[in-house]
């Protein structure tokens, strides 16, 4: 019985190849919305690489635009992502992504395999070519470290997706209102990524991917402590020819006991001298952090990471590019720490002479330490910069522009102690080999004040 006003329709079922270009399609929007993004909230440290591969590169002449081509790979591959994820102008968008995917895929091969290849010219050729070769391509900014080769491979696995979309292209319809679907929401992209990357430049990255980020144990990545060597003196036996081992300690021993040091002149013939380690040093991971009193030829900085009171790391990284306008900022807060008797330390990459004459151009007399240029940009990302520390952990950071007043600070000491709290817990006070750094550095101490105390006695 035919029921009048019905339809009976079927609809016809999508082909498989519309539910891989829809995953394709939103797999890779979503990684490059991920990877841009991360880069975006850091476009000095992306900037950064870029003149990294431009020194690789021989083309050393274009590091003063690293920040241009930054900030334009960051908005395309975000921009690229959202389209994607959107699909809208999706023949654009493939043609974009395709070009995208090809040259960096052919450039992640040359990473990947360059060394490979200079080395059979050298073999083939006898030639003794060398190159320098970026070991992190920085896809992920600081987020994610992955090597040349899985690099490479990463973008063999995208670069299938990417020819999926881009076969399908043609298929896919445009949608209606064209300006309004389709280049308004790509406008807005570009300004919300030019904005993110203008934003966090000025200020510090939103979300800090970097050891030296709030809460984190950086003295269990800056703390370097040389290990304890002890002389060791091998003796042959001029009669077996054996070997015997004596220490510093057990020779003076000997050459008490007028018996043993007969025996050991005369059946004995100085053999070698050997250092034996009696305890393993540490070599931190940021070693080559350090805060260099120049003056005194020594180095502040396990004292200072891992000091128990609240201290200001000022970091000047280049006194240079510090203009009056960026100073004032850190000229108030040094008054103002002075004043409350607050310690903290003034950090530079420059030179001596660089700092002298600093501080004769704008009448301050600042005792600058120093310390080798780039992890100091590790560290904070604007010049200057101000990092607050206490028992070795990262309490608060500031760009020069977002330093708060004294009287801010001083209210915000509670709940910094409440987050000090919580960060033991998250990351405990341990070194890389596992000990806790407050009862290595309170045995410091104690040696320090014992000796000082020694002296005095002695005086």
């Known amino acids: 019985m035919r029921v009048y006003g019905q339809r009976n329709v079927s609809k016809k079922p999508k082909p498989a190849m519309y539910y891989i270009y829809n995953f394709s399609r939103i797999f890779i929007g979503l990684l490059f919305i991920f990877s841009g993004y991360v880069k975006m909230v850091d476009p000095y440290g992306f900037a950064l690489k870029f003149e990294e591969y431009f020194i690789s590169f021989g083309m050393d002449f274009m590091t003063p635009i690293a920040m241009v081509f930054a900030f334009l790979l960051n908005c395309a591959e975000f921009l690229l992502g959202c389209a994607l994820l959107l699909n809208i102008q999706i023949r654009l968008t493939s043609w974009g992504l395709l070009l995208f995917m090809m040259f960096f895929t052919v450039l992640t091969a040359w990473l990947a395999y360059a060394q490979n290849i200079v080395a059979i010219v050298n073999n083939v050729f006898d030639k003794h070519f060398e190159i320098f070769v970026v070991t992190d391509c920085g896809c992920f900014g600081d987020f994610i470290k992955l090597t040349n080769h899985e690099t490479f491979y990463k973008n063999i696995v995208f670069m299938f997706f990417t020819i999926i979309i881009f076969s399908q292209r043609n298929k896919q319809k445009p949608q209606q209102w064209y300006?309004?679907?389709?280049?308004?929401?790509?406008?807005?992209?570009?300004?919300?990524?030019?904005?993110?990357?203008?934003?966090?430049?000025?200020?510090?990255?939103?979300?800090?991917?970097?050891?030296?980020?709030?809460?984190?144990?950086?003295?269990?990545?800056?703390?370097?402590?040389?290990?304890?060597?002890?002389?060791?003196?091998?003796?042959?036996?001029?009669?077996?020819?054996?070997?015997?081992?004596?220490?510093?300690?057990?020779?003076?021993?000997?050459?008490?006991?007028?018996?043993?040091?007969?025996?050991?002149?005369?059946?004995?013939?100085?053999?070698?001298?050997?250092?034996?380690?009696?305890?393993?040093?540490?070599?931190?991971?940021?070693?080559?952090?350090?805060?260099?009193?120049?003056?005194?030829?020594?180095?502040?900085?396990?004292?200072?990471?891992?000091?128990?009171?609240?201290?200001?790391?000022?970091?000047?990284?280049?006194?240079?590019?510090?203009?009056?306008?960026?100073?004032?900022?850190?000229?108030?807060?040094?008054?103002?720490?002075?004043?409350?008797?607050?310690?903290?330390?003034?950090?530079?990459?420059?030179?001596?002479?660089?700092?002298?004459?600093?501080?004769?151009?704008?009448?301050?007399?600042?005792?600058?330490?120093?310390?080798?240029?780039?992890?100091?940009?590790?560290?904070?990302?604007?010049?200057?910069?101000?990092?607050?520390?206490?028992?070795?952990?990262?309490?608060?950071?500031?760009?020069?522009?977002?330093?708060?007043?004294?009287?801010?600070?001083?209210?915000?000491?509670?709940?910094?102690?409440?987050?000090?709290?919580?960060?033991?817990?998250?990351?405990?006070?341990?070194?890389?080999?596992?000990?806790?750094?407050?009862?290595?550095?309170?045995?410091?101490?104690?040696e320090t004040v014992a000796a000082e105390d020694n002296s005095e006695l002695t005086n």
């Not at 151009?361 to 904070?380: M, Q, R, V």
């Not at 010049?383 to 990262?394: A, D, R, S, T």
Request: hydrophobic residues 35%.
């Open 179 to 446: 300006y309004i679907t389709q280049w308004l929401p790509l406008l807005l992209v570009a300004g919300f990524s030019l904005f993110v990357q203008i934003h966090c430049l000025r200020h510090e990255p939103w979300h800090d991917f970097r050891p030296w980020k709030v809460g984190n144990f950086i003295a269990g990545e800056t703390y370097s402590q040389a290990p304890v060597v002890d002389y060791v003196f091998q003796y042959k036996n001029n009669t077996t020819g054996s070997i015997k081992e004596i220490t510093m300690e057990e020779l003076s021993l000997i050459a008490e006991d007028s018996i043993q040091s007969v025996d050991l002149e005369n059946n004995y013939t100085w053999h070698d001298r050997i250092e034996k380690i009696i305890q393993e040093g540490i070599n931190a991971p940021l070693a080559d952090f350090t805060i260099t009193d120049i003056r005194n030829k020594n180095d502040i900085k396990n004292n200072i990471i891992t000091s128990p009171n609240y201290t200001f790391i000022i970091f000047m990284r280049d006194v240079r590019e510090i203009t009056p306008e960026k100073f004032e900022p850190i000229r108030n807060l040094i008054r103002d720490l002075d004043a409350n008797n607050w310690d903290y330390i003034v950090i530079t990459g420059s030179l001596l002479q660089e700092t002298e004459m600093f501080n004769k151009e704008n009448n301050t007399d600042i005792y600058f330490y120093f310390s080798d240029i780039t992890p100091l940009k590790t560290a904070i990302r604007n010049n200057p910069g101000v990092i607050l520390i206490k028992q070795g952990y990262v309490i608060d950071k500031w760009s020069f522009r977002d330093i708060p007043s004294i009287e801010t600070i001083k209210a915000s000491i509670p709940e910094y102690d409440e987050d000090l709290e919580k960060y033991k817990k998250k990351h405990p006070p341990l070194l890389p080999d596992g000990r806790d750094i407050m009862e290595i550095t309170a045995g410091i101490n104690n």
